[in-house]
Protein backbone atom coordinates (compact mmCIF):
# COMPACT_ATOMS: atom_id res chain seq x y z
CA UNK A 1 0.00 0.00 0.00
CA UNK A 2 1.82 3.08 -1.19
CA UNK A 3 0.63 6.57 0.17
CA UNK A 4 -2.35 7.14 -2.99
CA UNK A 5 -3.74 3.53 -1.25
CA UNK A 6 -3.14 5.43 2.29
CA UNK A 7 -5.73 8.06 1.30
CA UNK A 8 -7.86 5.26 -0.79
CA UNK A 9 -8.97 3.55 2.59
CA UNK A 10 -10.83 6.82 3.76
CA UNK A 11 -13.93 8.55 2.32
CA UNK A 12 -13.11 12.15 1.47
CA UNK A 13 -14.86 13.77 4.32
CA UNK A 14 -12.52 12.18 6.21
CA UNK A 15 -9.51 13.25 3.93
CA UNK A 16 -11.39 16.89 3.94
CA UNK A 17 -11.11 17.22 7.58
CA UNK A 18 -7.22 15.22 7.64
CA UNK A 19 -6.46 18.15 5.73
CA UNK A 20 -7.63 21.30 7.88
CA UNK A 21 -5.77 19.38 11.08
CA UNK A 22 -3.00 19.44 8.98
CA UNK A 23 -3.04 23.33 8.11
CA UNK A 24 -3.88 23.66 11.87
CA UNK A 25 -0.47 21.55 13.11
CA UNK A 26 1.40 23.55 10.54
CA UNK A 27 -0.14 26.80 12.17
CA UNK A 28 0.00 25.91 15.50
CA UNK A 29 3.74 24.25 15.29
CA UNK A 30 5.44 27.59 14.83
CA UNK A 31 4.78 29.02 18.25
CA UNK A 32 4.57 25.42 20.22
CA UNK A 33 6.62 22.58 19.63
CA UNK A 34 4.38 20.00 17.73
CA UNK A 35 6.80 18.16 14.86
CA UNK A 36 9.77 18.56 14.20
CA UNK A 37 11.36 21.70 11.74
CA UNK A 38 13.04 19.04 9.81
CA UNK A 39 9.00 17.17 9.09
CA UNK A 40 7.50 20.89 8.80
CA UNK A 41 7.95 21.04 5.05
CA UNK A 42 6.30 17.31 4.63
CA UNK A 43 3.52 16.80 7.28
CA UNK A 44 0.86 14.93 5.30
CA UNK A 45 3.29 12.48 4.46
CA UNK A 46 5.42 12.25 7.22
CA UNK A 47 2.73 12.62 10.27
CA UNK A 48 -0.84 12.07 8.71
CA UNK A 49 -0.47 9.25 6.52
CA UNK A 50 2.19 7.86 8.95
CA UNK A 51 -0.72 7.90 11.72
CA UNK A 52 -3.19 7.29 8.91
CA UNK A 53 -2.07 3.47 8.11
CA UNK A 54 -3.03 2.13 11.32
CA UNK A 55 -6.81 3.36 11.23
CA UNK A 56 -7.63 -0.34 9.73
CA UNK A 57 -6.66 -1.94 12.62
CA UNK A 58 -8.44 0.57 14.97
CA UNK A 59 -12.02 0.74 12.57
CA UNK A 60 -14.04 -1.90 14.75
CA UNK A 61 -12.84 -0.79 18.15
CA UNK A 62 -15.09 1.38 20.26
CA UNK A 63 -12.35 3.10 22.73
CA UNK A 64 -9.29 3.78 21.91
CA UNK A 65 -6.70 5.99 24.13
CA UNK A 66 -3.83 7.64 23.18
CA UNK A 67 -0.37 7.87 24.92
CA UNK A 68 1.75 11.09 24.86
CA UNK A 69 -0.78 12.89 22.15
CA UNK A 70 1.90 15.62 21.34
CA UNK A 71 -0.04 17.08 18.32
CA UNK A 72 -2.81 14.70 17.72
CA UNK A 73 -0.44 11.59 16.27
CA UNK A 74 -1.91 9.42 15.54
CA UNK A 75 -4.45 10.41 18.15
CA UNK A 76 -6.57 13.19 16.47
CA UNK A 77 -6.15 11.02 13.17
CA UNK A 78 -7.53 8.48 14.31
CA UNK A 79 -10.93 10.31 16.30
CA UNK A 80 -11.21 11.74 12.42
CA UNK A 81 -11.37 8.43 11.37
CA UNK A 82 -13.90 7.49 13.87
CA UNK A 83 -16.12 10.31 13.21
CA UNK A 84 -16.61 9.93 9.67
CA UNK A 85 -15.69 6.57 8.89
CA UNK A 86 -17.88 4.40 12.20
CA UNK A 87 -19.29 7.10 13.72
CA UNK A 88 -19.35 5.69 16.88
CA UNK A 89 -15.58 5.35 18.27
CA UNK A 90 -14.48 7.83 20.93
CA UNK A 91 -10.51 8.36 21.86
CA UNK A 92 -9.15 9.38 24.72
CA UNK A 93 -5.35 11.66 24.71
CA UNK A 94 -3.58 11.58 27.12
CA UNK A 95 -0.64 14.46 26.98
CA UNK A 96 0.87 15.95 30.14
CA UNK A 97 2.33 19.35 28.57
CA UNK A 98 -1.10 21.80 28.87
CA UNK A 99 0.18 23.99 26.29
CA UNK A 100 -0.41 20.67 23.50
CA UNK A 101 -3.60 20.07 25.04
CA UNK A 102 -4.87 23.45 24.24
CA UNK A 103 -3.88 22.48 20.48
CA UNK A 104 -5.96 19.34 20.62
CA UNK A 105 -8.88 21.06 22.57
CA UNK A 106 -8.72 23.55 19.71
CA UNK A 107 -9.08 20.60 16.84
CA UNK A 108 -11.27 18.78 18.70
CA UNK A 109 -13.50 21.86 18.80
CA UNK A 110 -13.45 23.35 15.38
CA UNK A 111 -13.67 19.52 13.46
CA UNK A 112 -16.54 18.09 16.51
CA UNK A 113 -14.26 15.31 17.16
CA UNK A 114 -14.89 12.44 19.31
CA UNK A 115 -12.38 13.17 22.10
CA UNK A 116 -11.59 13.28 25.77
CA UNK A 117 -8.37 14.90 26.39
CA UNK A 118 -6.73 14.38 28.95
CA UNK A 119 -3.88 16.71 30.90
CA UNK A 120 -1.47 14.13 33.16
CA UNK A 121 1.31 11.81 33.31
CA UNK A 122 0.60 8.34 31.79
CA UNK A 123 1.71 6.86 35.21
CA UNK A 124 -0.79 9.25 37.10
CA UNK A 125 -3.74 9.76 34.54
CA UNK A 126 -6.89 8.40 35.97
CA UNK A 127 -9.41 6.94 33.04
CA UNK A 128 -11.67 4.40 32.08
CA UNK A 129 -10.04 1.60 30.46
CA UNK A 130 -10.45 1.75 26.83
CA UNK A 131 -10.31 -1.38 24.01
CA UNK A 132 -6.72 -0.48 22.46
CA UNK A 133 -3.75 1.64 22.87
CA UNK A 134 -1.72 3.66 20.76
CA UNK A 135 1.66 5.38 20.86
CA UNK A 136 3.58 7.35 18.03
CA UNK A 137 7.68 7.97 18.89
CA UNK A 138 7.19 8.13 22.55
CA UNK A 139 9.20 5.82 24.82
CA UNK A 140 10.39 2.10 25.17
CA UNK A 141 8.06 -0.90 24.08
CA UNK A 142 8.74 -2.12 27.29
CA UNK A 143 7.10 1.15 29.16
CA UNK A 144 4.94 1.50 27.09
CA UNK A 145 3.45 -2.16 27.58
CA UNK A 146 3.04 -1.27 31.36
CA UNK A 147 0.97 1.90 30.17
CA UNK A 148 -1.23 -0.13 27.90
CA UNK A 149 -1.77 -3.35 30.97
CA UNK A 150 -2.95 -0.08 32.99
CA UNK A 151 -5.01 1.78 30.70
CA UNK A 152 -6.73 -1.13 28.10
CA UNK A 153 -8.99 -3.50 29.37
CA UNK A 154 -8.23 -7.76 28.87
CA UNK A 155 -6.56 -8.71 26.56
CA UNK A 156 -5.24 -5.76 26.86
CA UNK A 157 -4.32 -4.71 22.88
CA UNK A 158 -1.88 -2.19 21.63
CA UNK A 159 -0.54 -0.73 18.48
CA UNK A 160 2.92 1.22 18.82
CA UNK A 161 4.59 3.02 15.83
CA UNK A 162 8.41 2.02 16.00
CA UNK A 163 11.65 2.42 14.22
CA UNK A 164 15.31 0.65 13.42
CA UNK A 165 15.45 -0.32 16.70
CA UNK A 166 12.04 -1.97 17.10
CA UNK A 167 13.71 -5.53 16.99
CA UNK A 168 15.84 -4.84 19.99
CA UNK A 169 13.34 -2.60 21.91
CA UNK A 170 11.33 -6.17 21.51
CA UNK A 171 13.88 -8.33 23.30
CA UNK A 172 14.25 -5.64 25.96
CA UNK A 173 10.49 -5.63 26.63
CA UNK A 174 10.41 -9.95 26.72
CA UNK A 175 12.51 -9.75 29.58
CA UNK A 176 9.63 -8.39 31.95
CA UNK A 177 6.45 -9.03 29.45
CA UNK A 178 5.05 -11.99 28.17
CA UNK A 179 2.87 -10.90 24.73
CA UNK A 180 1.38 -11.55 21.61
CA UNK A 181 2.76 -9.46 18.84
CA UNK A 182 2.42 -8.93 15.17
CA UNK A 183 4.58 -6.40 13.03
CA UNK A 184 3.34 -4.81 10.03
CA UNK A 185 5.80 -2.69 8.03
CA UNK A 186 4.86 1.01 8.15
CA UNK A 187 4.02 2.02 4.19
CA UNK A 188 5.64 5.45 4.90
CA UNK A 189 8.79 5.00 5.93
CA UNK A 190 11.49 1.91 5.18
CA UNK A 191 12.78 1.05 8.80
CA UNK A 192 9.59 1.85 10.25
CA UNK A 193 6.61 -0.86 11.78
CA UNK A 194 3.78 -0.94 13.36
CA UNK A 195 3.64 -3.48 16.11
CA UNK A 196 0.10 -5.12 17.22
CA UNK A 197 0.55 -6.64 20.86
CA UNK A 198 -2.14 -8.50 22.58
CA UNK A 199 -2.64 -10.84 25.68
CA UNK A 200 -0.34 -8.08 27.39
CA UNK A 201 0.95 -10.12 30.87
CA UNK A 202 3.72 -8.86 33.16
CA UNK A 203 6.37 -12.12 33.72
Known amino acids: MDSQQIENSVSRETLASLRMYEQLLAKWTKRVSLISKRDQSDI?????????????????????????????????????????????????LIESDQRKCAFLRLVSVELELPTTIVTDRLEAASIQPSEIATARALASTSDLLAHAVRHTSPPHTAFFHKGRLADDELKAAAKDWSFSVTAHPSKTSADGVILQFTDIRAR
Do not use: Y
Open 44 to 92: WNRHILDSLQVWPHLQHALTVVDFGSGGGLPGLVIAICQKHENRSGHTT
